[in-house]
C-alpha cells in the first residue's frame, strides 16, 4: 500500500504542487491558529497521508518528500498527539481499541473478547498496555478517536468491524495516530491492514454441503454495511456459483440470536424452501435450529446448519455445530505485534495468520429425499 509515494511526496493525485506561490498556511489560517497536519501537507507540498506516513516510520516516501514534511514541521510547530511522541521517541506504551457496537450484540459475540485476549497476550512481553472504550453510536465513536489523539493516551490505535465507505482510516490519519486495520485493506488508505481470509471458510462451508448433496443452499447474513458481512455473502454467492447452483436470496440478519431466528423463518417460509442453510456466525446458526425445531422440522434431517467462528457453545448444543474456526487470538496477537512495530517505526513484516477450518459436526448430513 506504499505504492505511490514518489518523488512528489504523495500518492497519485494527492501531490500538492502547482504553479505559483501558495500563501503560508498560518496566513490561511489566521494568527493564534494552532497548525494542523494539512497545514504540514500545504507547506511540504505533499498529501496529508504522506505526512502520517513520515510521522509513523513507515516506508513509501521518498527522501526528499521526508525532507520537506520534517522541515514544515519544525517550521510551523505542529506536534502530532499531543506530545509530539512521534518526533521525541517518547512513547505511551499503550495502544487503543475503540468498539461500536450495540451492548446486546457485543455481550453475545465472543469474537470480541478472543481478540482482546490475543491482542494483551501480544502487549504484555513487548510492555505495552492496551486502553478499550465502548461507544454506542459514529459521533461518539470519532470523539473517543480525537480523545485519545489530543491527550497523547495511546501510540496507536486498532481500527476493527470496518465498514464500506469507513471514515475513520482517514480520521486517524488526519489526527496523526498511528493505525492498523484489523480487516481487508482499504483501497486508497495509507493505514495498513491484517486480515484473516473469512471468504474460504464460506467456500468450504457449501462445498460440504454440495458434497453431501444439497443444492438448495440458503445464507443467513450479517449486519448490513459490515465488510465481512459483504465478503461472506459474496463468497456464497461466489461458491454457490462455481458449484452450479440455484442463489437463494439471502436473509439479512445482525449477528444477534433473536435476528438469527427471524430469518431462519424467513427462508423456511419460501415456496422452495432451502435444505440447508450456512450462517454468518454460530450465534444466529444456535438460533436458527431451535427455530428449525420450533417448526416441527429434525435437524440436520430435515435442514442442515453451519455456523462460523466455532464458539465454546458449537459442540454442546443438539447436534453439535458444524462451522467454520478462525484462531482469533492469533489474530490479536499478530495484530498487537504488527501495531507495536508502526509504533516504534520499524519494518511490520507480513504476517501469515493460520488458515480457517472447517470443523464438521453433527449438524450436517444429506438432504431428506424429495
Given at each position: 500500500?506504499?505504492?505511490?509515494?514518489?518523488?512528489?511526496?504523495?500518492?497519485a493525485g494527492g501531490s500538492a504542487r502547482g504553479s505559483g506561490t501558495a500563501k503560508a498556511p498560518a496566513q490561511r489560517r489566521g494568527r493564534g491558529s494552532r497548525p494542523t497536519?494539512?497545514?504540514?501537507?500545504?507547506?511540504?507540498q505533499v498529501s496529508k497521508a504522506t505526512v502520517s506516513f513520515v510521522i509513523n516510520g513507515r516506508s513509501g516516501v521518498s527522501p526528499q518528500a521526508r525532507v520537506r514534511v520534517m522541515e514544515a514541521i519544525d517550521q510551523l510547530g505542529w506536534q502530532p498527539n499531543a506530545g509530539a511522541r512521534a518526533l521525541s521517541n517518547k512513547r505511551a506504551q499503550t495502544l487503543g481499541l475503540v468498539?461500536?457496537?450495540p451492548p446486546e450484540l457485543l455481550s453475545t459475540d465472543p469474537f470480541f473478547l478472543q481478540f482482546v485476549a490475543g491482542v494483551e497476550t501480544g502487549l504484555a512481553?513487548?510492555?505495552?498496555?492496551?486502553?478499550?472504550?465502548?461507544?454506542?453510536d459514529e459521533e461518539a465513536e470519532r470523539q473517543a478517536y480525537e480523545r485519545l489523539a489530543r491527550d497523547g493516551r495511546v501510540d496507536g490505535v486498532f481500527l476493527t468491524d470496518m465498514r464500506a465507505d469507513d471514515p475513520r482510516p482517514a480520521l486517524v490519519t488526519d489526527l496523526g495516530l498511528g493505525a492498523l486495520i484489523?480487516?481487508?485493506p482499504q483501497?486508497?488508505?495509507?493505514?495498513?491492514?491484517l486480515a484473516a481470509d473469512d471468504g474460504s471458510g464460506v467456500r468450504r462451508a457449501v462445498g460440504h454441503l454440495r458434497s453431501l448433496g444439497h443444492r438448495w443452499i440458503g445464507h443467513v447474513t450479517g449486519a448490513e454495511g459490515y465488510v465481512h458481512t459483504e465478503a461472506r455473502r459474496a463468497a456464497w454467492r461466489a461458491a454457490l456459483a462455481d458449484a452450479g447452483l440455484p442463489e437463494i436470496p439471502p436473509a439479512e440478519a445482525d449477528f444477534t440470536g433473536a435476528a438469527g431466528a427471524r430469518a431462519t423463518h424467513e427462508l423456511l417460509d419460501l415456496d422452495?424452501?432451502?435444505t440447508a442453510i450456512v450462517y454468518a456466525n454460530d450465534l444466529m446458526a444456535i438460533a436458527g435450529i431451535a427455530a428449525a425445531t420450533s417448526r416441527g422440522l429434525?435437524?440436520?434431517?430435515d435442514l442442515s446448519v453451519v455456523g462460523f467462528d466455532d464458539i465454546p457453545l458449537a459442540d454442546c448444543i443438539a447436534p453439535p455445530l458444524t462451522t467454520v474456526r478462525q484462531d482469533v487470538p492469533a489474530w490479536g496477537r499478530a495484530a498487537a505485534e504488527a501495531l507495536v512495530a508502526l509504533a516504534e517505526g520499524r519494518e511490520v513484516t507480513e504476517t501469515e495468520l493460520p488458515p480457517v477450518a472447517f470443523v464438521v459436526r453433527g449438524s450436517t448430513a444429506p438432504p431428506a429425499a424429495e
Open positions: 500500500m506504499a505504492q505511490g509515494h514518489d518523488q512528489a511526496g504523495g500518492p497536519i494539512g497545514d504540514v501537507a500545504a507547506l511540504a468498539i461500536r457496537r512481553p513487548l510492555g505495552y498496555a492496551l486502553v478499550l472504550q465502548v461507544v454506542p484489523v480487516g481487508p483501497s486508497g488508505s495509507p493505514v495498513p491492514a422452495r424452501p432451502p429434525r435437524v440436520p434431517s
